[in-house]
């Protein structure tokens, strides 16, 4: 989970958040691509998520949540993680659509996801 911890600063680094979504109010919404969309709480509190196909969802402190079509697909941390691992909606997709969004044109194949 490291690895996708390190494409989401690589992310909110190209967005012109990094260092600053703890001092932003609730969450960090992003939408990745058409499938994948992202809610990062950098709080001491859970925050909910406000989505607009009510999929709504608390999101732990230090947490990202994952959407995959508007369902909830996932949650990670620095330290743990459930995924999806269905035949679109997995880790690797996930990690493939993070890295296009920040603009990896060489994907390379991880041990880490």
């Known amino acids: ?7 989401l600063a690589q992310l909110a680094e190209k967005d012109g958040v990094s260092g600053v979504l703890s001092h932003r109010p609730g969450l960090w919404e992003r939408k990745i691509d058409d499938q994948w969309t992202i809610a990062v709480n950098a709080h001491k509190e859970p925050v909910e998520s406000l989505t607009t196909d009510g999929m709504n969802c608390k999101v732990p402190p230090f947490h990202c949540a994952v959407w995959f079509n508007g369902r909830l697909a996932g949650m990670y941390s620095a330290y743990d ?7 679109a909606a997995n880790l690797k997709a996930f990690r493939l659509a993070l890295k296009r969004a920040i603009g990896v044109t060489r994907l ?3 041990a880490d996801m």
């Open 81 to 87: 993680a459930w995924m999806a691992d269905g035949a």
């Open 108 to 110: 390379k194949p991880s």
């Open 1 to 7: 989970m490291k690895n996708l911890f390190l494409l």
